[in-house]
T-cell receptor
């Protein structure tokens, strides 16, 4: 039982390049989330998917797109990377519902030059 | 505006020196308050969920408590392996599933 896995672990991009961050969970969870973590800013929600087939914007969605490929997988795409998107990205999942616990992956450290 | 504030930002303790971390929140109709531990270079690891004022939960040297405006994470006789950043998050009623995080308290326990 791997929990939440993310690929890649590290990535360096040039401004304007695109890339997709992958996330998968094996806990049969309904809901999945993408956060970014920056020094002094805490964890901020980018997008979330309450259930398979649905996605919604979080606090900081600009510059990102997401795809809920199936119940297990939730990807985050940067179409044209900018230096302001340099951050650590975390994926999380939860059973879903009004009050439940989110479990986090190990993170992807992204640097945009 | 829903907000979570953690204090102190950083805390240095000697091994065995007990202390408390604070998480204050301004959310009406709290659905849940969560504590996570985060080690450098890793993702947050779930510790506790608290749902109502007066509730307490314990795990080894950690005990979390909740009032209507704040939560405390009490650390009793800490060990160096308790060194980490502790994150608090709240789930407001208007955003099902979404969490609002505080900035964290970085704890260092010296032997």
């Amino acid at each position: 039982n791997a929990g939440v896995t993310q690929t890649p672990k590290f990535q360096v991009l040039k401004t304007g390049q695109s890339m997709t961050l992958q996330c998968a969970q094996d806990m049969n969870h309904n809901s999945m989330y993408w956060y970014r973590q920056d020094p002094g800013m805490g964890l901020r929600l980018i997008y979330y998917s309450a259930s398979e087939g649905t996605t919604d914007k979080g606090e900081v969605p600009n510059g990102y797109n997401v795809s809920r490929l199936n119940k297990r997988e939730f990807s985050l795409r940067l179409e044209s990377a900018a230096p302001s998107q340099t951050s650590v990205y975390f994926c999380a999942s939860s059973e879903g519902g009004n009050t439940d616990t989110q479990y986090f992956g190990p993170g992807t450290r992204l640097t945009v030059l | 505006e829903d907000q979570v504030t953690q204090s102190p930002e950083a805390l240095r303790l000697q091994e065995g020196e007990s202390s408390s971390l604070n998480c204050s929140y301004t959310v009406s109709g709290l659905r849940g308050l969560f504590w996570y531990r985060q080690d450098p270079g890793k993702g947050p690891e779930f510790l506790f969920t608290l749902y109502s004022a007066g509730e307490e939960k314990e795990k080894e040297r950690l005990k979390a408590t909740l009032t209507k405006k704040e939560s405390f994470l009490h650390i009793t006789a800490p060990k160096p392996e308790d060194s980490a950043t502790y994150l608090c998050a709240v789930q407001p009623p208007s955003n099902t599933g979404k969490l609002i995080f505080g900035q964290g308290t970085t704890l260092q326990v010296k032997p």
